[in-house]
């Protein structure tokens, strides 16, 4: 216990000190996590640098959920019970530092996840947006459109992670769940962003690595490469309309795992629905193809503003291959070859937003994910959410959802599954 008290009065006493060293916490090229970051995508590339010395801006998110799910299947494998209840209240630490004129570095830390009670760093990255800071007007012109990002950090695939809940970071999402195949991923790279006139074009490159490691696989390898590429358009054409169009693609030709839809250790928000008694699984009510050492990825995001009316929309293809397997039945031994599959996820958001500030909304969202491989029955997953949501402050939001979530052509204990119910969240974020 003293153990306890004492780290506590450290830990105070050093935020203590960060806050009152940093009362000025606006940074150059960032998006804020309040209310002001709502359909922000990439930091805003300003050439106007305002650097006057070293900076550190301390953050943070908090969100809990109250869950009235319901859950059903076939029959033929038990589910675990569930009923109404509050679920584990999630916690992330967000430190933002200036370094000097155009770099700054971003670090977060989630406190407190459904996957890890105990804290743990999620990633972190070094973004530069001028070089002055190496020699005075190096490369100026080019540097003026230009944004380089390095870290072991999450990949800027899509523009539906712009959206997504990031553990307790909930308030960019107008909606309690992320996507039913949530492309999300954080691996040790670089991208090289170059924005200018409405124009947004991106390459990177990064490990395709979830876990770092130097160990070598059973071919030799430590791990390949992933390459990604964005390119797009993202203009206010009038007062009052707003138009966005992206196209994204991520790909692999080696690792030794995929993670571009299981690598969220944070988990989903929907707590235990179909999952089998006493399981430990944390990604319930999502889907991932189970490809291994490559894939082609491709999404393309079309955004229209018009006023508080907006549509958002997703459109993903993926390809891959499952891994060659062998096993021993009676002896003799089973040989499962290798697998071609694809997937496709649609995805429309129809969000409309009024009141002052626009700090009421209502919206709906129809996901839809098909799947196939070789030799095997396709499997639809099909989700429906529909949501209110209140912006009592610019840092706090409070959500309303109901969900409704089946599958069509799986088996075991997501043969005919389905859950529904309604879903409350409480955020904060600063």
Partial sequence: MKATIKCLLLSTLFFGCIMSYAQNRHLDNFRYPDQTGVNVFEDPKDSILTFDGIKVRVGGSFALQFQALDHENSGAAELESIGYNFNLATANLDLDVALAPGVRMHLRTYLSSRHHPEPYVKGGYFQIDNLSFLSDGLM?????YTTIRIGHMENNYGDAHFRRTDNAQAIYNPFVGN???DSFTTEVGAEVYHQRNGFIGMVGVANGKLNQSVVEGSNG???????????GYDNQITDRIRLRL??????TGYVPSLYLYSADRAGSRYYSVLEAPGSSAFRSGRFSPSFKNSITALMFNPFVKFGGLELFGTIEYTSGSTNASSSIVDDVVVITPKKDGKAQQYAAELIYRFGHRENFYLGGR???VNSEYDDTADITVERFQAAAGWFMTKNILTKLEYVTQNYDGATGRLEDGKFDGLMVEAVISF
């Fill in 140 to 144: 100026d012109g080019f540097m003026k």
């Fill in 179 to 181: 996507l039913i195949m």
């Fill in 221 to 231: 390898k430590t791990g390949g490469i992933s390459f990604l590429a964005k390119l």
């Fill in 246 to 251: 992206t196209g994204s693609l991520y790909n």
């Fill in 366 to 368: 129809y996901n839809v």
